[in-house]
């Protein structure tokens, strides 16, 4: 699949079989992180990779999961992600730093789409918690976690109408608005 047709298929998916994933699979994710853009080439992420059972357990329960579905929604024990990459800030007085965090885990879930994996991140997270669960200095911030997996769902793209909101259909299929492409570019002038 070229690069195009993979960041327009690559959806956020929420539930995960249950089949553990390789730790350099997971490793080549934080290499394409690592060499993603960095604004002044400060490089000011590092990265934990989770893949321990029991640390996954705890780590899912610092997890905020789809916020605009009601009532309250989380992956069942059966659907949960197998593995989880922690984003972590040593720099946040780096003006430029939350680019560097889109940059690289944008990266990370292409990466993850060509291995045919899926992908959330989280930012909806207890960061205190997630602290100390993994012992990571006060100086270095936890900016956020993506969740992996192989995937037991997929969601389907609508065009987005007034409402921003994704939601589950009566066969449980994720649904998740977005603007269609006339509303908005814009050639030459903003019009």
């Known amino acids: 699949m070229n690069v195009y047709d993979m960041i327009i298929s690559r959806r956020t998916i929420r539930r995960f079989h249950q089949k553990p994933l390789d730790l350099e ?3 080549k994710f934080v290499n394409a992180a690592r060499l993603a853009p960095s604004a002044a080439n400060l490089q000011p992420l590092e990265y934990i990779i989770v893949t ?3 640390l996954c357990a705890q780590l899912f329960e610092t997890l905020g999961w789809a916020a605009y579905i009601q009532p309250k929604w989380t992956p069942s024990e059966h659907e949960r992600p197998t593995a989880y990459i922690v984003v972590l800030v040593k720099d946040i007085k780096n003006p430029y730093y939350q680019r560097d965090v889109g940059f690289a885990t944008e990266n990370i879930v292409l990466a993850a789409e060509a291995d045919g994996l899926g992908s959330c991140i989280l930012c909806n997270i207890n960061r205190e918690k997630i602290q100390n669960i993994f012992k990571i200095p006060q ?9 992996l997996g192989y995937k037991a769902e997929k969601s389907v793209v609508e065009d987005m109408d007034d409402s921003v909101k994704y939601w589950r259909d009566e066969h449980d299929v994720l649904h998740v608005p977005k603007r269609k492409l006339d509303d908005i570019i814009h050639i030459n002038k903003f019009s």
Not at 140 to 147: H, K, Q
């Open 25 to 27: 699979l997971l490793k």
């Open 52 to 54: 321990e059972k029991k």
């Open 139 to 147: 100086i270095i911030t936890v900016d956020s976690v993506i969740a």
